[in-house]
């Protein structure tokens, strides 16, 4: 029910999208859900983004199991299933050099953990013991 987006500043946060930055400590900061959208900035033509199968993602050759394109250098890519994401710089060298990102994406989180509603959900039927019951079917207040 409750949807919340999550912006990702830039993929890498303040470098962006570059050669020379170690995508997997910056993937493992965050926990991506259902929702969450990917922030790719770069030069655009210096650069892209490719969404690309494991394969592809491991072997760097981006001339075949490419799933998506962005090359815009203001990409916004929706994580819209649950699945791991690979994307990778297409641009010759860029991903043997390190440009390319796995990203796990779990299922949206369950907005229900923090605090329990009180006693209400931790007590339904509890009557409290004593005057509650009564007072509620013997005692008329207004009277
Ligand atoms: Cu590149």
């Known amino acids: 029910m409750k949807h919340e987006t999550t912006y990702i500043d830039g993929v890498g946060d303040a470098e962006g999208w570059d050669t020379g930055i170690n995508y997997l400590s910056w993937s493992q900061k965050y926990n991506f859900t259902v929702g969450d959208v990917l922030d790719f900035n770069y030069v655009k033509s210096q650069h892209n983004a490719y969404e690309v199968t494991e394969d592809t993602y ?64 931790s007590n339904p039927a509890g009557v409290p013991p004593g005057d509650s019951g009564v007072g509620s079917g013997l005692y008329d207040p207004y009277q």
């Open 58 to 121: 491991r072997s760097c050759d981006g001339s075949k199991g490419v799933v998506n394109k962005y090359e815009s250098g203001q990409d916004k890519v929706t994580l819209t299933e649950e699945k791991k994401y690979w994307f990778i710089c297409n641009v010759s060298g860029h991903c043997l050099g390190g440009m390319k990102v796995g990203i796990e994406v779990t299922a949206a989180a369950v907005a229900n953990n923090g605090g329990a509603p009180g006693g209400a959900a």
